[in-house]
């Protein structure tokens, strides 16, 4: 074996174990030893890759495909001549070997150049060229052994070149070597690019057959990113355009370039759908397979942002190493001639392959979060269209809106911070050695203080995770409470409950902001620890190296300090990282709670296909919405529909029947029986859901335009008429929730939805109870009898008239069908069907209406149906906008203000100033720390002891302040977050009723959720974390000016620079941020609506194209966000570069000064701070960026601090008396919804005597809830006055106007808790007159059925009660209060009659004394009224007592009346 070595390594090179480390020496026999060992592990691998390469047809490569891209070409060139040369080289040196000694030996010297040579021209040409050919994964094994290999080698040659006296031939062929590496590595993972569309056919799109959409948008060239070549990629020059059209125009929608399609959520739910049912395990999703799908769906991006951070790390690390060298060339002892120059250029290019790496690590990792983002948006919207009734309710529609504007984003930030937690801790490893070789043992020391750091910190994990669990939960309740006050803000402002639900909202914040508090100073303790870190660490090793007798130098102090402050910054990141981390998990944990919720199962009852004519077939059927078998919903349902059969279903409220056609959809879970349901589904709901946006796009709900299908369904559904009177005709938009429509008019477009959708089924949820007589009369006989001549039609009413005209009748009482026949027979057998009947004909009124018509003879009146838009809006000029209007926001630059607006609080300002103040400080005493070691470090007049006692003391100081700095900043956080969301909820609850009528809900809820977490989480520190860090770079570069002042005469046109790039870049980052904010309301806008309407979407079997048009408002939103962070990662690169510029420059400067001119401690001084300027200006335009990004989002909240608010609440001087009121007087009052809007009341005068019973009447549209409205004060007259017991109403509060009211409105109203908050809201009232209440009101066997009584729950919107029941709520609120004045506006409509008749009388006897004034479509409602007022196109037609008004001849009064019993007539 000796002899062996002796021939390959000669006599010379047998190692010994004390010259082991000659193994780090180029020309060793050990480093030659070295290289043939990876050689031929890269030869094993470069055969296996061609050996089992993949055939051309499974890889899918043209012709046209194998076309070598410039990048492959590029490298063959290098990596082939690169291998030539190690070749040629290695046969030189056995032809001079040969010519001198005439012997080969020993071998080492020429053997590996030549097998070097042949292994990487065999590497460099099978990977460039024939790449295309090989499997992917070998392919990427080959080219990271050859990258790790050569990079290896190349270190080793440029440390010896640097710190050795050696520099040959090899040391720049091992450089050369690395960067042919880098080319292979390259070319492996983006050469290929044929393979892009190959790799995605997993992300088909959702709805469209095109397989070609990969390759279609990949040649569209509307994705700069996608088509730009790699060096455009690597330098962010693909941004440019995009930049200058920012500095042109002020950037909108419109500029902003689509998505790459693997960035899109289409293709990342589609892929991790793919990557999840692999994996699932059972139906119960777990975290860790989220995660792991989440993983192997991003692996490839995280692999290649994590080998950008280890090239950044071990670019970083060199500094320090080249620190020394120069100490030691500037004290003239450079190893060879050139080596101030060598030393310089590996400077540069140390500090370019740090920025390229850093700005490559960060740009993909955050494109990364962009995915996971959108992906979990996708996912949660996806389930929320899928969740069970009993997930519904454990998940708020508040809470799953928080899962998308809050932890979903909260987890797309984790991915940017994932590889900071390795390389934080591979940088302190690399830091030990190199701080090993300059302060030995003392190093020790160092390590100690850092681990008992990270210690001490532990706790304060704990602590903070504990902590943000529980703000979350906060979060969720006050969130859920704003949401449910914001959706239903007309009732509470009715009601005057505004400033109970407010401070209801109060309570939660302040529970909230105790979670918040304990957060922020959890947050606070670790930037005081790691902040302070530097100088506990540099004082522990300093005084170690006292003790020890290790002397202090310049050169092993600077190197020290160096190091140090290189892995400060990333130190100093460890707060945001584990902040980041806890947010993140505590979100990810969460929204997989919230993903492995049960689901409905429709599968079973929606069948595709049918060989019978059965449309609905019920067997032995028990459904409960529980779930619960013993406590069913519906008990034994046995039924079957066929083709054309029409079926009305009736009852008293509460029996059942919406729970029936629930059935049907499939919502209610099935506990025993079967329910099949064969055919499409159109589906009229009792409580009207209609989309923002146009009645056109409401009408057709996703089906294509067919113009003689849609006229007919508009004629059908007694919609042209309302058309007309529209300025934008179907195109007119309407609000969220229709707000700008009547109960009427909602209901015949939702009958226009059904019928334009030409379903199979059409199931019809007491549509007409909404509209007049006339128009319901009209409906049914052209809507039901002929439209849907031929269809299978379920009609739930409470309008006996209808009967007759059905197939069958389901009567339900309790959770059964009683009894199941036609008209003719029900009536004959069933006792229960004629009391209803008889309940018809004796409803209150119709003695008077049969007397008084008997004698008439009056034809049917068409009339006129008018919209309530139209009140609002007529025909306007073509400038006239919609009602709802696109987000405002910012434009241009906004300067200082919003920092103003945010600091200007509660002494904002002076707390912000002693934080900065005492940053400030303390970043001079760490200077003067510095300064007080480079002055003295090699003086021998100042002992050791003195040298570190001041060093400690100063650093004292500063850490002081560093404490006093993290205190402030959390007493300005609390104080700042308090005061804005009180203006924010005060200013919510103050706004008028148009604001919340032209103002979509998800624009208000994505401020109150995400807007309002990240000023409470992240505007502050990031506020004390920019002003830090772009402190800390300007003091930087002035220590580099002050000890080398030739560095000005770059620093200064370089300042001058940078200003540019700043101004270039904000003119486009700040709209891109603007725009990102307003799409994120679009995106929680249509969540929000979709939420709502989900039983509808379901029926209609809607869900994917509501999945996908969400995908494409998650990418519309991805989009400014995706371009916003390039865009910061093109400005930091270019200022990196200048940063290297300077420092490189500094550098010349100092060793080509003459020896002696500087203080070694000096240039250590300057270069330590040099050597850490990128990294600086990396963290100050970040945390610049990061603060402009969540500054707007105070801008957003200032938009609405600013509503104009509503009249005074309370006016001290104005109270009514205690007595008041009884009577109301209309003087000439004209209302209109707008200021450049027509009257909608146009001068209606009239006097309602206290005790008096008033109807109001008119057709739908006509004005009746306006006035309503204008009693209330929910909009302001343009014109007259309202006096009450002779004071005027606008001259008193609106909380002692409204709290005196009373009202039973049109939509009936529940809130989340409990049936005692309900009815009693604010504790005002015993249980006995609670359970007195209920009995009134046919309410108390229903809550007796319940097991909790009054502590029964009701869930949000009161989902769980029945539209009758909810109404019946409505109706004890208003006994309860006793208001001398009470408003019922339609209040009876979703009841049937025989319980209507009932709460007549109760409402005559209890409110005998009070003044009663009803709108009412049910004319026997008013006929015992004293008076009745008819209203027409906003005006008083007629004002006089029922009987005198039907006597006379052609009122409008009589036409209703006749309408309504011709109506009668015509079911009789």
């Given amino acids: 074996m000796g002899n062996l070595w002796t021939v390959f390594c000669g006599e010379s090179n047998i190692p010994r174990v004390a010259d082991l480390i000659i193994l780090t020496r180029p020309s060793s ?78 071998l080492h010297s020429w053997t590996t150049f030549v097998f070097h040579g042949l292994i990487w021209l065999l590497i460099g040409l099978t990977v460039s060229v024939q790449g295309t050919r090989l499997r992917r994964a070998s392919l990427r094994l080959l080219t990271f052994l050859a990258f790790l290999f050569s990079g290896v080698t190349c270190g080793f040659s440029l440390y010896i070149a640097i710190l050795g006296k050696e520099m040959r031939i090899k040391n720049f062929l091992d450089v050369l070597s690395f960067i042919g590496s880098c080319l292979l590595l390259l070319c492996t993972y983006k050469g290929n690019r044929h393979q892009g569309c190959d790799d995605n056919d997993i992300r088909d799109p959702l709805l469209s057959s095109s397989s070609d959409d990969c390759k279609t948008y990949s040649s569209s060239g509307l994705n700069p990113f996608t088509e730009a070549s790699f060096w455009s990629k690597l330098t962010f020059w693909w941004l440019n355009p995009l930049l200058k059209r920012g500095t042109e125009k002020t950037l909108s929608d419109e500029d902003m370039p689509s998505l790459h399609v693997s960035d899109r959520a289409e293709s990342c739910y589609l892929s991790y759908l793919e990557i999840l049912d692999r994996r699932k395990q059972s139906d119960r999703l777990a975290e860790s397979e989220v995660l792991m799908t989440i993983e192997l769906r991003n692996w490839r991006e995280i692999v290649i942002s994590g080998f950008f951070a280890l090239l950044k790390v071990i670019s970083v690390s060199a500094g320090p190493l080249l620190l020394k060298a120069f100490i030691k060339v500037a004290e003239g002892n450079e190893s060879f001639g050139y080596a101030p120059y060598i030393l310089v250029a590996t400077l540069f290019l140390a500090k370019i392959v740090e920025s390229i790496s850093q ?35 454990n998940q708020s529609s508040g809470q799953i809106m928080n899962y998308v504007t809050v932890d979903s984003y909260r987890i797309g930030e984790f991915p940017f911070w994932l590889h900071q937690i390795w390389t934080t801790s591979l940088q302190l490893c690399l830091a030990i050695v190199i701080l090993f070789q300059a302060v030995g043992l003392a190093t020790i020391a160092s390590m100690a203080m850092i681990i008992l750091i990270i210690l001490c910190n532990s706790p304060i994990g704990k602590l903070q995770h504990k902590f943000q669990s529980k703000l979350t939960e906060a979060q969720d309740e006050r969130l859920k409470k704003m949401s449910e006050a914001i959706l239903n803000m007309k009732v509470l402002k009715l009601s005057a409950w505004e400033t109970h639900f407010r401070e209801v909202v109060e309570k939660l914040r302040a529970i909230e902001e105790k979670c918040l508090c304990a957060v922020q100073l959890c947050q606070a303790n670790y930037s005081v620890i790691f902040w302070s870190s530097s100088f506990l660490v540099s004082s522990a090793t300093f005084a170690t190296c006292y003790f020890l007798g290790v002397p202090l130098s310049s050169t ?62 019920f067997q032995s059927a028990d459904l409960s919405w529980d779930e619960n078998p013993l406590r069913l919903t519906l008990r034994n349902i046995s039924l079957g529909l066929k083709h054309g059969d029409k079926i009305a279903v009736c009852g008293e409220v509460g029996s059942g029947k919406s729970t029936l056609l629930a059935a049907i959809l499939g919502e209610v879970p099935i506990t025993a029986g079967t329910v099949q349901v064969h055919g499409t589904i159109a589906y009229v709901s009792q409580s009207a859901w209609i989309q923002t946006g146009s009645i056109r796009e409401n009408i057709l709900f996703g089906s294509t335009f067919d113009n003689n299908k849609y006229q007919d369904t508009l004629n059908k559904c007694s919609l042209l008429k309302d058309l007309e009177l529209l300025p934008y005709g179907d195109l007119t938009e309407i609000g969220e929730r229709g707000v700008t429509l009547s109960g009427g008019q909602k209901q015949r477009i939702q009958l226009a939805r059904a019928m334009y959708k030409d379903a199979d089924i059409y199931l019809l949820d007491d549509p007409f109870s ?131 607006l945010y600091l200007n609080h509660d002494r904002g300002f002076f707390l912000f100033s002693v934080a900065a103040l005492s940053h400030l400080i303390s970043l001079v005493g760490q200077i003067m720390q510095n300064t007080w070691m480079a002055a003295n470090v090699d003086d021998r007049n100042v002992t050791t002891l003195r040298l570190i006692v001041v060093y400690l003391l100063i650093g004292l100081v500063s850490a002081l302040l560093i404490i006093c700095r993290s205190i402030s900043t959390v007493v300005l956080n609390m104080k700042m977050s308090r005061a804005l969301f009180s203006q924010l909820l005060m200013a919510l609850f103050r706004a008028p009723m148009s604001f919340y009528d032209s103002t979509p809900l998800g624009r208000i809820l994505s401020r109150v959720s995400s807007d309002l977490s990240v000023v409470d989480l992240d505007v502050p520190f990031s506020l004390l974390s920019a002003t830090a860090m772009t402190s800390n ?32 870049y904000f003119s486009s980052a700040r709209e891109l941020m603007r725009i990102n904010g307003t799409t994120k309301s679009l995106v929680a806008n249509h969540l929000a609506e979709s939420m709502a309407g989900v039983i509808t979407i379901r029926a209609f079997e809607e869900e994917d194209r509501f999945f996908a048009k969400y995908l494409q408002l998650i990418d519309t939103n991805g989009s400014p966000y995706f371009h916003y962070f390039s865009a910061n990662e093109w400005l930091i690169q270019r200022l990196e570069i200048l940063c290297a510029t300077v420092l490189s420059f500094a550098a010349l400067c100092m060793v080509l000064l003459p020896t002696g001119t500087l203080r070694s401690g000096f240039i250590g001084m300057s270069l330590s701070y040099g050597l850490a300027l990128n990294s600086i200006v990396t963290f100050s335009i970040n945390t610049q960026c990061l603060l402009s990004n969540y500054i707007v989002s105070v801008e957003r909240l200032d938009q609405y601090m600013r509503i104009p608010s509503e009249a005074l609440e309370v006016i ?44 109001i009447v008119g057709r739908t549209g006509s004005g009746k809830t306006t006035l309503i409205s204008a009693l209330f004060r929910l909009v302001e007259p343009a014109g007259g006055k309202i006096l009450v017991d002779g004071v005027d109403i606008s001259r008193i509060g609106l909380h002692d106007l409204r709290s005196r009211l009373g009202i039973i409105p049109q939509d009936p109203t529940l809130f989340n808790g409990t049936v005692r908050y309900n009815l009693d809201p604010l504790g005002e009232h015993t249980e006995q007159e609670l359970l007195e209440v209920l009995g009134k009101c046919q309410l108390k066997e229903a809550i007796g059925e319940k097991k909790n009584g009054l502590d029964s729950q009701v869930v949000e919107d009161g989902s769980n009660w029945s539209m009758g029941q909810r109404q019946l709520f409505c109706l004890g609120r208003a006994l ?77 009064f009589g036409q209703l009346v006749q309408e309504y019993w011709s109506h009668h007539d015509s079911a009789e």
Avoid at 32 to 55: A, E, P, Q, R
Avoid at 565 to 578: C, F, G, S
Avoid at 1396 to 1424: G, N, S, W
């Fill in 1033 to 1064: 770079c300007y003091s930087y570069m002035v220590v580099l000016a002050v000890i080398t002042w030739q560095v000005l005469l770059v620093t200064i046109p370089m300042i001058f620079i940078v200003m540019r790039l700043q101004r270039y």
């Fill in 1212 to 1255: 001290e001087e104005n109270h009514p008396p205690i007595d008041w009121p009884t009577h109301v007087i209309l003087v000439g009052k004209q209302i209109r919804y707008r200021s450049n809007s027509p009257l909608v009341l146009r001068g209606i005068s009239c006097v309602f005597e206290g005790g008096h019973k008033v109807g």
């Fill in 29 to 106: 026999c050990a480093d030659h030893v070295l290289i043939l060992c990876f050689d031929i592990l890269l030869l094993i691998v470069n055969l296996f890759t061609i050996v089992f390469k993949k055939s051309l047809k499974s890889s899918n490569v043209t012709a046209a495909t194998c076309r070598l891209s410039s990048l492959q070409i590029v490298s063959a060139i290098l990596n082939g001549s690169l291998g030539l040369v190690y070749l040629c080289f290695g046969v030189w040196i056995l032809e001079e070997k040969l010519r001198k000694t005439r012997d080969i030996a020993p």
């Fill in 359 to 393: 700005r490559q690590w960060y740009f993909r990792s955050k494109l990364v979060g962009l995915r996971v983002r959108s992906l979990l948006t996708a996912v949660i919207y996806q389930k929320q269209l899928r969740l069970s009734n009993s997930a519904k309710l």
């Fill in 556 to 617: 092993n102090v600077f190197t020290f300090v160096a190091t140090l402050q290189l892995v400060q910054e990333p130190v100093r990141l460890i707060p945001d990282v584990i902040a980041v981390f806890i947010q993140a998990k505590v979100a990810f944990s969460r929204i997989v709670k919230f993903l492995g919720e049960p689901e409905l199962e429709t599968a079973s009852v929606r069948v595709k296909s049918s060989l019978s004519d059965t449309r609905v077939s």
């Fill in 770 to 900: 909404a509209v007049d007589a006339h128009t319901a009369l009209s409906l049914f006989n052209e809507y039901v009898l002929r439209a849907l001549s031929t269809k299978t039609v379920v009609l739930v009413t409470h309008q006996v008239d209808f009967l007759r005209t059905f197939d069958y009748i389901l009567f339900m009482s309790d959770g059964k069908i009683l009894h199941a026949a036609p008209y003719p027979q029900l009536l004959a057998t069933s006792q229960e069907f004629r009391d209803l009947v008889n309940a018809h004909k004796e409803t209150a009124g119709s003695e008077m209406l049969s007397e008084v018509t008997s004698s008439r003879n009056c034809g049917s009146s068409s009339g006129e149906i008018r919209k309530k838009y139209a009140e609002m809006e007529v025909k306007t000029s073509e400038n006239d906008s919609q009602l709802i209007k696109k987000e405002e926001r910012e434009v241009g630059d906004s300067g200082l203000k919003p920092y103003i």
């Fill in 1376 to 1452: 309860l209060r006793r208001s001398k004045i009470l408003v019922l506006d339609e209040a009876t409509a979703s009841i049937d009659n025989a319980t209507d008749m009932i709460l007549q009388k109760i409402i005559r006897t209890e409110f005998a004394d009070c003044t009663v004034i009803t709108v009412a479509h049910r004319i026997p409602t008013v006929m015992y009224c004293n008076m009745v007022l008819a209203i027409s196109e906003g005006k008083l037609v007629e004002y006089d007592e029922p009987m005198n008004l039907m006597k006379r001849e052609d009122t409008l």
